[in-house]
């Protein structure tokens, strides 16, 4: 038990909401790093629950939210976004006393107003957003892994008035799972991720449908397979992350589309010297951030 | 040598033109697969000659691709496509009779109109365009793979006036080294590259270079790694590549501005059935193409 700290080790029960790729890899990590307690998995089907009891993400299971929020110290949202708002309405009435609530949402700034407009206020004082950067293309709980989350980026989203004992139980569980934790507000967290997550995605799906509709994957290679890669994801996550996103990604599709008419007049007018200066940035920066965030040798996908 | 067919078997030397990665790996491939014959390393530093030597890519080493002409039956290029004009005006005076020429150039279009510009007519028709599609964001002969080519597509673009011979002496030479052969004329070849690979790595550089300059990199992942790595790729390589496919480039570059103007919009009008569709259509038709391209297994980066 040495990997958790006292705030943790005294929690009798942890409730995962959704035990897809990520809830299920935080019952194995949690249970991996010495968690004692229970860890309650709640879902709308019993067969996905059942599959990740038996994959060993968590060793209870119920369909009833209300039951998690009466039963339990901590509960972690880890449902597509979209059905947010419905799982904070059927805790909001049952919520044991000191419940805390943290998320594993990709946005950010629309699933606090949530918390904040279903909860009573004391209990979304202990509402703690978190997004944990980690994942993969491939979902369920067969996927899980107990070491998805480990040197991956958390971050915390903290409202000025949060609870600060919600706060330390809630950074001490992604700590706990291996994450480096980043202190951000709502917005400038769905501006960031838009920019280095939404954004990409977008352009991996266009990329896959160009190649697609006019013709060359019959040639792509790993390039190509690296550069999509994200476009396997799931498109209800997804569909959910843009619709709750709109307004950051707008943003930054108009500067990135600004961005590639700069390029195509680099390119139009053969100013060679201006594409090479742009190409070496691109490395020089990417090579150090790589070199920095150590990505390169944990080999997740 | 069962990895080798008798024309390749029949060959006393092959030179290779620059031994970094991709000329560094075709000789260690060559090697293992059992080719007997001499290896030439041809470049203009000694000093990285002598590395390819050491790596075992090659066991000979000149500086003067006038001296491979005379002596080899086949000489690769592999050098960057901005000196294949200089390599094949030097080459040009000193072809050994029968001489075969081919390349691992990224763009077919401009390579294979220098070469019959360049070249003697006949020894023009010995020239058979190739494009091994494979890589990775290293480079020099110490990153050199006997594998990279494994599985892999490979472009042949060759004339419909190309020498018989000299074509299947070319297409042995990359199906011993275990590539997947696709005939195309060089100017469809340049379409599809564009699509599948230049495109996709502008989008890469722009991406980087918008998070560096607006911020995100420290919240960013393996999604993010993953979808800029190719940024990672030497610029020299890169600036000639765009530079000698500027009209197809700018062609898929106009392509894809329109597909995200349009992206744009569903997000903006919250067309979210829209938007669901076009990512299951991307995800469905990229998780056929991995199925089918088996581009998962090799865990080639």
Chains 1, 2 share one sequence.
Do not use: Y
Not at 46 to 57: E, K, S, V
Not at 70 to 97: C, K, Q
Not at 223 to 228: L, P
């Amino acid at each position: 038990m040495s990997g958790l700290d006292t705030g943790l080790r005294g929690l009798k029960r942890v409730a995962i909401v959704g035990t897809g790729l990520l809830g299920g890899s935080l019952g194995l990590a949690l249970r991996q790093r010495g968690f004692a307690g229970h860890i309650l998995g709640v879902g709308r089907r019993q067969a996905t629950l059942d599959r990740a009891r038996q994959h060993g993400c968590i060793d209870e299971t119920t369909t009833d939210p209300g039951q998690a929020a009466r039963d339990s110290d901590l509960i972690v949202l880890a449902t597509p976004l979209g059905s947010f708002g419905r799982i904070l309405g059927e805790i909001a009435p049952h919520a044991a006393p000191g419940l805390v609530l943290t998320d594993v949402g990709s946005t950010k700034a629309l699933v606090c107003a949530d918390a904040r407009r279903l909860l009573p206020p004391a209990l979304a004082r202990r509402f703690i957003g978190a997004h944990p950067m980690a994942g993969k293309e491939l979902h369920g709980p067969e996927h899980a892994s107990p070491d998805l989350f480990v040197n991956a980026p958390c971050v915390i989203t903290a409202e000025p008035d949060a609870d600060a004992q919600a706060l330390t139980l809630v950074e001490s569980l992604w700590s706990a799972v291996g994450m480096r934790l980043i202190r951000m507000s709502p917005q400038m967290h769905d501006q960031c991720v838009a920019r280095i997550s939404h954004l990409p995605h977008a352009l991996a799906v266009l990329l896959v449908e160009l190649a697609m509709s006019q013709g060359g994957l019959e040639v792509a290679s790993t390039g190509f397979r690296d550069t999509t890669r994200v476009a396997s994801g799931d498109p209800e996550v997804w569909s959910d992350i843009f619709t709750t996103n709109r307004g950051a990604c707008l943003e930054v599709i108009d500067a990135f589309t600004a961005r590639l008419g700069q390029f195509r007049q680099l390119l139009d007018q053969q100013d060679t010297p201006a594409l090479m200066d742009l190409l070496r940035r691109a490395k020089t920066g990417r090579d150090a951030w790589i070199a920095k965030a150590n990505h390169c040798d944990t080999g997740k996908r």
